[in-house]
C-alpha cells in the first residue's frame, strides 16, 4: 500500500482524538484488574479491515493509568490469552520483583492465570506499561498503555494534559495488521521490525482538539517496537518539557528534531495563538503529516505556565564511580564480523541459525550470569561503543541515568533517561546509581535486537 493511497483513505476516516480512560474495574480487595485478551480494531481508519490484536482490557491503547507520585498501585493482571505474558512498567524506580519480566523477576503468567503487582510510584511524570515476555511478538500486536505519575499539586488543567501514545504498525494491502513477518530473520538482523503506517492511541490521522491562548501539555509516548520517529517540536510551536519521565529546569525551544526511540517519552508544552488547523509531522524523511491538532476557542481563562518540579534521583558520584563497558556488536551490513573475537566461522553459522544476530560485550543473548554485579550505592559509569550499521535504543531498569559524554564531547547540562539512542560507531557515556536492589535487565528497545541478543541483566546487591 504506498503513501498516497493510505493518506486518501484515512483522511476520509479521520476522527476527533479521544484521549484513552481510566477504564478498570476494581475487586473488593483492592486491586484494578487488567486483562490481556484477544481483539480486534481498525488500525487503517474506517477504510481499512479489522486486524487482529492483542489488548489491554480491549482497548488499544490499553487503559490510561493515571495515578498520584508516592501512591500505591494495585493492579490484579489477568492472562486470557494462548500464551504466557508479563507486564513491564516501564521507567518507574519500583521494587524488582514487580518489573515484570519474565524468567528474571518473575515467572510467565500462564494462559487463565493472574499476577498482582503491587508497587508504589516514588517519580511523576510520563511512562508506560507493556508485555515484556516475547516482546518482539506481543508488543506490536497492542499489549501497551500509558501510565502517568501525576505530580502531588497539578500543574495543568486536566483537560489540557494530553496523553499521545504513538505507534507504527506493519500493515498489508488491506490495511490488515501483517502477522506473517512477525520474527523475520531480515528484521531480526537489520533495523527490526518497522511498520508503514502510523496511529496515535489507536487512531488513524486524528484530529487532535486544542484551545487557543491556553497552556497544553503533550506527553508523547514512542510504543512502536523499532521505529525511531523524528519530532520537530518548533514546526508546530512547542517546547520540550521533559523527557523520559524527567521534567527540565524551564521548558526548552529545540531548532531542530528531536529522536524519539522506542520506549522514550517526550513531554511538550504548547499554547496555540490562532484557532485553525497545525499539523503534527513525522521528520524521519520527508516530514509526513499523521495527525492534526484542531485549535478552537477556549472554554476558559488561561492560567500561567508552571514547570513540574524534578523528581529527586540519585546524584552519580564520579570520583568514586566504577567505568564498565557496553560494547555492540552484531547485525547485517559487516556487523557480525564484531563478533567473531573467540569464535569460528562454524561458531557465527550456529549462533545465526539459532536467530542470535546481536551481542553485548561479546555475549550474544543472557544466561544465568550477569554483566556486572554492584554494590548498592555504587556508581556506575557504562562507556557503550556502538560497533553496528544500526541504530539502537538501550534501557535500563529500574534506574535513571545521565548521559554524560556522546563520541568523547562531554555535555554540559546531562539529563536524566531511563533510554539512549546510540547511532552506529557512536560512542555514549551513562552514570547512574545503582541504589535498587535486585536482578535488572539492560536491552535494546529495538525488541527484535532484544530477542536476538541484545539483552542482559546487572545485579544490585
Same mark, same amino acid.
Given at each position: ?18 484521549t484513552p480512560?481510566?477504564?478498570?474495574a ?7 484488574e ?15 479491515g479489522? &486486524? ?12 490510561d493509568?493515571?495515578?498520584t507520585?508516592g ?14 505474558t ?22 510467565a ?5 493472574? *499476577? ?17 515476555t516475547?516482546?518482539?511478538n ?7 498503555g ?8 497539578p ?7 494530553i496523553?499521545?501514545?504513538?505507534n507504527?504498525?506493519r500493515?498489508?494491502d ?29 487512531? $488513524? ?13 503533550? #506527553? ?13 517540536? $518548533? ?12 521534567s ?16 522514550? #517519552? ?26 492534526? *491538532? ?8 488561561? #492560567?500561567?505556565? $508552571? ?7 540519585p546524584?552519580?558520584?564520579?570520583e ?9 556488536a552484531?547485525?547485517a ?7 567473531m ?14 536467530g542470535?544476530?546481536?551481542? *553485548?560485550?561479546g ?8 554483566? *556486572? ?25 529500574g ?14 547540562n ?19 546509581v ?21 539483552? &542482559? ?5
Amino acid at each position: 500500500m504506498n503513501r498516497r493511497s493510505f493518506l486518501k483513505a484515512s483522511m476520509a476516516g479521520c476522527t476527533s482524538m479521544l484521549t484513552p480512560a481510566f477504564s478498570m474495574a476494581q475487586s473488593d480487595d483492592g486491586f484494578f484488574e487488567l486483562t490481556a485478551e484477544k481483539g480486534r480494531a481498525r488500525l487503517y481508519g474506517k477504510h481499512g479491515g479489522l &486486524s487482529d490484536l492483542w489488548l489491554y482490557n480491549g482497548r488499544l491503547p490499553g487503559p490510561d493509568i493515571r495515578v498520584t507520585r508516592g501512591q500505591r498501585v494495585r493492579v490484579r493482571f489477568i492472562n486470557k490469552l494462548d500464551e504466557p505474558t508479563s507486564v513491564h512498567w516501564h521507567g518507574i524506580r519500583i521494587d524488582n520483583a514487580m518489573d515484570g519480566v519474565a524468567g528474571l523477576t518473575q515467572p510467565a503468567v500462564k494462559p487463565g492465570e493472574s *499476577f498482582d503487582y503491587d508497587f508504589v510510584v516514588p517519580d511523576a511524570g510520563t511512562y508506560w506499561y507493556h508485555a515484556h515476555t516475547m516482546s518482539w511478538n506481543q508488543v506490536p500486536r497492542g499489549l501497551a498503555g500509558p501510565l502517568i505519575v501525576e505530580e502531588n499539586e497539578p500543574t495543568f488543567d486536566p483537560a489540557l494534559d494530553i496523553t499521545m501514545m504513538l505507534n507504527d504498525w506493519r500493515l498489508d494491502d488491506n490495511g490488515v495488521l501483517e502477522t506473517g513477518s512477525f520474527g523475520a530473520r531480515h528484521d531480526l538482523s537489520h533495523a527490526g521490525r518497522l511498520g508503514n503506517w502510523l496511529t496515535i492511541n489507536g487512531a $488513524s490521522m486524528p484530529q487532535i482538539p486544542l484551545q487557543q491562548g491556553r497552556w497544553h501539555r503533550l #506527553r508523547l509516548i514512542n510504543s512502536s517496537a523499532s521505529r525511531v520517529l523524528d519530532i520537530a517540536p $518548533s514546526r508546530f510551536g512547542a517546547r520540550v518539557m521533559a523527557m523520559d519521565g524527567q521534567s527540565f529546569d524551564a521548558p526548552r525551544d529545540i531548532a531542530g528534531t528531536v529522536r524519539l526511540s522506542p520506549a522514550q #517519552r517526550m513531554d511538550l508544552v504548547m499554547r496555540p495563538e490562532e484557532t485553525g488547523d497545525i499539523a503534527f509531522e513525522t521528520m524521519t524523511g520527508k516530514p509526513f503529516t499523521f495527525a492534526t *491538532f484542531k485549535v478552537g476557542a477556549a472554554t476558559a481563562t488561561d #492560567r500561567p505556565l $508552571s514547570v513540574p518540579p524534578a523528581n529527586t534521583l540519585p546524584e552519580p558520584d564520579l570520583e568514586t564511580a566504577r567505568i564498565l563497558p557496553l560494547d555492540m556488536a552484531g547485525g547485517a551490513m559487516g556487523g557480525m564480523r564484531g563478533m567473531m573475537t573467540g569464535r569460528t566461522e562454524d561458531d557465527l553459522r550456529k549462533m545465526m541459525q539459532d536467530g542470535l544476530f546481536w551481542a *553485548f560485550n561479546g555475549k550474544a543473548g543472557m544466561d544465568e550470569t550477569p554483566m *556486572f554485579t554492584a554494590a548498592r550505592g555504587e556508581t556506575i559509569v557504562l562507556e557503550s561503543r556502538n560497533d553496528t550499521a544500526f541504530a539502537h535504543a538501550i534501557h535500563l531498569h529500574g534506574h535513571h541515568f545521565r548521559v554524560l559524554e556522546r563520541n568523547g564531547e562531554k555535555l554540559e547540562n546531562p539529563d536524566w533517561r531511563d533510554t539512549f539512542t546510540t547511532e552506529p560507531d557512536e560512542t555514549v557515556k551513562i552514570a547512574f546509581v545503582a541504589d535498587n536492589p535486585g536482578k535488572w535487565l539492560i536491552h535494546c528497545h529495538m525488541l527484535g535486537h532484544a530477542a536476538s541478543g541484545m539483552m &542482559s541483566w546487572f545485579e544490585v546487591g
